[in-house]
């Protein structure tokens, strides 16, 4: 929540490396998930189109969202669905609490739902006296240890099964020491299997919502969002209002790229499409606001909302990867997660969009091709411009354009760096140096490029024939 | 003013002026020349069973063979009565918790992801392909086509309250990527290819 100190990035990401072989295990992991990616997508004769077509979709929406919020909610309304509209985070968490009050119920069984973790839902319930249990099996686990989750699609991924083992063993009485992913599945099922049997309202999130029809799409590989909205009366949907797409068709396009794009996989297990309720039960949906009209305000930033969460800019960044979804203190972490948080909150997450080396692989794995490398170097300029940026890396950025700027001062920083780093190697190696933590300083050059030029050069060369 | 009303009115100021066409989708339809060899290669490796069958009596010794007829099964297939109880379709969800087998029909099945297609009017009640311990989906060959396109092509207007793309046994890797079949769902699933 905002009145805790969030650790920057850059400091978590120290603590996170400390554990060298765990940070090479977490690396390897993800590698692991994106090389499935991969291997899906060559599959796919028209990858490449299926993902323009896809961000051509993406960008009429965006275009024409305010008609196609109006259709969709028409449209949901014949069918029967009850549909509300949150202006931000608190909004949000009243209504499903007044949902839940309506029908005095105390309990909730949830599944995977990024944006009540944005809303920070569960803690909004709990001092209501209301207790919720996340049903993803990943969610279940970082829950049980009070953890927020390290991956929008993974969950639990920063976490070994000696892990997960422990907290079972403290919350399940599972055996202390049976590591065993198939025995500790089975035992979160069996307690799960009970809660699904016993709660009144079933809480969702929404991959796909669909203007021309009123219906939404649930995708889960676990079945977890199914068994807990078939068995309850009461199913909360809730959506960001970005998860619009016009029609049904469409969900054609997306339903080839999102698992593919996530885990490898074809499609996942169960699409779920809910149009109408039950007899004699309700389906809620809830539509979300929360800074999206804002950041579809911001030209150079809009796009992010054609995200469809599948995770893939994640498991692909080098940085992500080597620093763990924590040190992202934002819901979604990762590339994207750097690209939407300072729309959210642009003191609190300055950081994020330096926590990036900028090498596109983001960008090219995108299933609806968000620019999100570009957008991580104008939120850098954004950010330094509004002054959020601390004072040192102000100062060496300023530094560093009046030396370029300038030939004169740039040939005399120049040698003198080289004079330095020769003759004064301590002045430069040593933790001031940010560079020097994980590097060795590069051998000197005896001369400038410069210099060698001058020497070397067509005419250089030509006044020496002559 | 309401939160939908100012939600909209700054999504109407926001949105960019310029409205972008939608794309032409069928760019996309790409023919898989053997569309039956690939559900049966990815339903394999997504964890489910292929077995071909000419008849519904194939499909009765099978089960007979392989599961435990004492165990509770249901289906909605008259032709299956013989095996599987078909009165318990307007029961209370929550009686289903003790289903050993659920037998169901799909519409049609996509060979690129082998997903079935199921609706209302097949699943007896919706919660029924979940909350079974094991699966088994019968679908026509003649009903297995390429790809999601196609799919939606084939459901275009199709009325339900709700339906479902099933593909393979619910599974979960949320253990340190190691895949375990029956998360919360079926533990396994075969489909019935029926001539």
């Not at chain 1, 978590?12 to 072989?21: L, S």
């Not at chain 1, 196609?68 to 509209?85: C, P, R, T």
């Not at chain 1, 992202?328 to 990762?334: E, I, M, R, T, W």
Request: with cysteine; proline share 4%.
């Amino acid at each position: 929540m905002s009145s805790e100190k969030t650790i920057e990035h850059s400091e978590a990401a120290a603590r996170f490396n400390k554990d060298v072989e765990r940070v090479n295990w977490h690396d390897e992991t993800l590698w692991f998930v994106r090389e499935k990616r991969d291997k899906s997508a060559h599959q796919i004769l028209d990858w490449e189109l299926l993902r323009e077509t896809a961000s051509k979709i993406k960008n009429n929406v965006l275009s024409n969202i305010h008609d196609y919020l109006l259709e969709f909610e028409a449209n949901a309304q014949k069918n029967g669905i009850i549909v509300h509209w949150a202006a931000d985070a608190k909004g949000h968490n009243e209504i499903v609490h007044s949902i839940m009050a309506k029908h005095d119920v105390k309990q909730m069984v949830k599944s995977k739902s990024m944006l009540t973790e944005e809303c920070h839902l569960n803690d909004y319930l709990a001092e209501k006296g209301i207790e919720v249990i996340d049903s993803d099996l990943g969610e279940y686990i970082v829950q049980l240890r009070k953890e927020p989750p390290s991956h929008i699609v993974l969950p639990a991924i920063h976490l070994k099964k000696e892990d997960v083992s422990e907290t079972f063993h403290e919350h399940l009485g599972t055996e202390k020491g049976n590591i065993d992913p198939q025995y500790l599945t089975e035992s979160a099922r069996l307690s799960l299997r009970d809660t699904f049997l016993t709660r009144k309202v079933a809480l969702t999130g929404v991959n796909f919502a669909i203007a021309e029809t009123g219906e939404i799409v649930v995708c889960t590989n676990e079945g977890n969002a199914d068994m807990g909205a078939h068995l309850a009366d009461v199913h909360i949907a809730c959506m960001g209002f970005e998860k619009l797409i016009p029609q049904r068709k469409h969900l054609g396009v997306f339903l080839r790229l999102l698992a593919r794009s996530a885990t490898g996989q074809p499609i996942t297990t169960f699409s779920s499409h809910f149009k109408k309720p039950r007899d004699g039960k309700e389906i809620h949906i809830v539509i979300v606001d929360n800074g999206r009209s804002t950041q579809l305000g911001r030209e150079d930033f809009r796009n992010s909302l054609k995200c469809i969460r599948c995770g893939a800019c994640m498991n692909t960044c080098p940085v992500y990867r080597r620093s763990g979804g924590h040190s992202y203190h934002n819901a979604v972490a990762g590339p994207i997660g750097s690209i939407l948080a300072p729309n959210l909150d642009m003191s609190k997450n300055a950081d994020l969009p330096f926590a990036s080396t900028l090498c596109g692989s983001c960008t090219n794995v995108c299933p609806v091709k968000i620019d999100i490398h570009d957008q991580l170097y104008k939120w850098r300029q954004v950010l330094v411009k509004e002054g959020h940026t601390p004072t040192v890396k102000t100062i060496a950025m300023k530094t560093m354009s009046t030396v370029l700027a300038n030939p004169t001062i740039f040939n005399i920083a120049g040698k003198s760096g080289r004079f330095v780093m020769k003759n004064i190697p301590g002045l430069v190696n040593n933790k001031m140096n940010k560079w020097y933590d994980q590097r060795e300083m590069p051998d000197v050059p005896e001369e400038s490029f410069r210099e060698w030029y001058k020497k070397n050069s067509r005419e250089a060369k030509a006044k020496d024939n002559e | 003013m309401s939160s939908k009303e100012d939600i909209l009115k700054k999504i109407k100021q926001n949105q960019p002026a310029l409205m972008t066409e939608l794309p032409d989708l069928n760019l996309l339809s790409s023919d898989n020349p053997d569309v039956f060899v690939t559900y049966k290669t990815v339903l394999k490796n997504i964890g489910g069973d292929p077995v071909e069958v000419a008849n519904y009596d194939e499909i009765i010794h099978y089960i007979k063979s392989n599961y435990n007829l004492k165990k509770r099964i249901i289906t909605t297939i008259p032709e299956l009565s013989e095996i599987g109880s078909l009165d318990w379709t307007n029961d209370d969800p929550h009686s289903l918790q003790d289903v050993e087998l659920n037998i169901l029909k799909a519409h049609f099945g996509v060979a690129e992801n082998s997903a079935l297609w199921v609706t209302d009017d097949v699943l007896g009640q919706r919660v029924s392909p979940f909350i079974a311990q094991y699966l088994a989906i019968i679908v026509h060959k003649k009903d297995i086509i390429a790809t999601m396109h196609q799919a939606y092509e084939r459901i275009g207007n199709q009325e339900y309250g709700f339906g479902t793309f099933i593909a393979g046994p619910s599974k979960t890797a949320d253990i340190e990527q190691s895949l375990v079949l029956g998360a919360h769902g079926a533990r396994g699933l075969i489909v019935f290819l029926l001539d």
